[in-house]
């Protein structure tokens, strides 16, 4: 499956949300034809409705790709109404949290090509991660060309088994929250030595953005932190306290990842 094989074929698109949007967008930013998507969306919005893309009438014969981004709790209504197209040439693409490949397997057909994605929430600026894994029914082609659709918004990376996607979300799925809280603490934290809130604010949300651009280069970032650290200086003396192995942060964010991934694993079982 190639990208003429895309626009010739179709693609479908259910459910355009934030993440749906973000992928759409990037979608038409890089050519591809709006007469050859099909959006389903039960409350399209006035962006949505001035893209040209083909929104709710029905989706091809046989599109390529059909991508899932609507929410879990909606999967058990969605998905039934796609059962024709299971066991066939269409690949099922899902970004939805937490729903494993045998689920779909189990509703549109044990056949059908399935890839599963875990992006993240900066996809929605085109700053995303996605891992992604495909079922025994999905050729190298087909897999490579759900790369090139979620490579839209982001980076992708391939995972060797389906049950890693448990310490994705751990990480990466779930990590953006974990960052925006460490913005709010370090905010509080400038607050609490005497800086205006507004102030401490701007400078947190600073610090972070350029210190992830900066990690996003190629160094280490264990190279970039010792960069950043003088003998004997103010960020040694506040590393001592960040790094203590047995109440700083290593502890911290291994319980943190762990509790999201394990979560992760018992949702996919309910």
């Given at each position: 499956m190639q990208d003429s094989a895309i626009a010739k074929r179709g693609l479908g698109l259910l459910g355009c949300g934030k993440m749906g949007s973000a992928m759409l967008e990037g979608w038409l930013a890089r050519g591809l034809p709006k007469g050859s998507v099909w959006v389903t969306d039960p409350n399209p919005g006035d962006w949505l409705t001035a893209q040209g893309v083909h929104l709710n009438e029905g989706l091809p014969e046989a599109p390529a790709v059909?991508?899932?981004?609507?929410?879990?709790?909606?999967?058990?209504?969605?998905?039934?109404?796609?059962?024709?197209?299971?066991?066939?040439?269409?690949?099922?693409?899902?970004?939805?949290?937490?729903?494993?490949?045998?689920?779909?397997?189990?509703?549109?057909g044990a056949r059908t090509p399935v890839i599963r994605a875990m992006p993240n929430t900066p996809a929605a600026v085109g700053r995303g991660i996605t891992a992604i894994i495909g079922n025994a029914f999905v050729s190298e082609s087909e897999l490579e060309a759900g790369e090139a659709l979620l490579s839209a918004v982001g980076e992708v990376v391939r995972l060797e088994e389906e049950s890693q996607m448990d310490a994705v979300t751990g990480v990466s799925g779930s990590g953006p929250a974990y960052v925006f809280h460490m913005i709010e603490c370090l905010a509080a934290a400038g607050e609490a030595e005497g800086l205006p809130p507004e102030l401490a604010l701007q400078l947190a949300r600073a610090t972070v953005a350029g210190a992830g651009a900066l990690a996003m280069g190629g160094e280490?970032?264990?190279?970039?932190?010792?960069?950043?650290?003088?003998p004997n200086g103010t960020t040694q003396a506040g590393l001592e306290v960040l790094m203590d192995a047995g109440k700083g942060l290593p502890p911290l964010i291994r319980a943190t990842v762990r509790a999201a991934a394990a979560r992760s694993r018992e949702l996919a079982g309910d």
């Open positions: 059909v991508l899932i981004a609507v929410k879990p709790q909606m999967m058990g209504d969605a998905l039934p109404s796609l059962k024709t197209l299971g066991n066939g040439s269409t690949v099922f693409l899902s970004v939805a949290a937490g729903i494993p490949i045998a689920t779909f397997e189990r509703l549109l280490a970032p264990g190279t970039l932190r010792r960069n950043v650290t003088s």
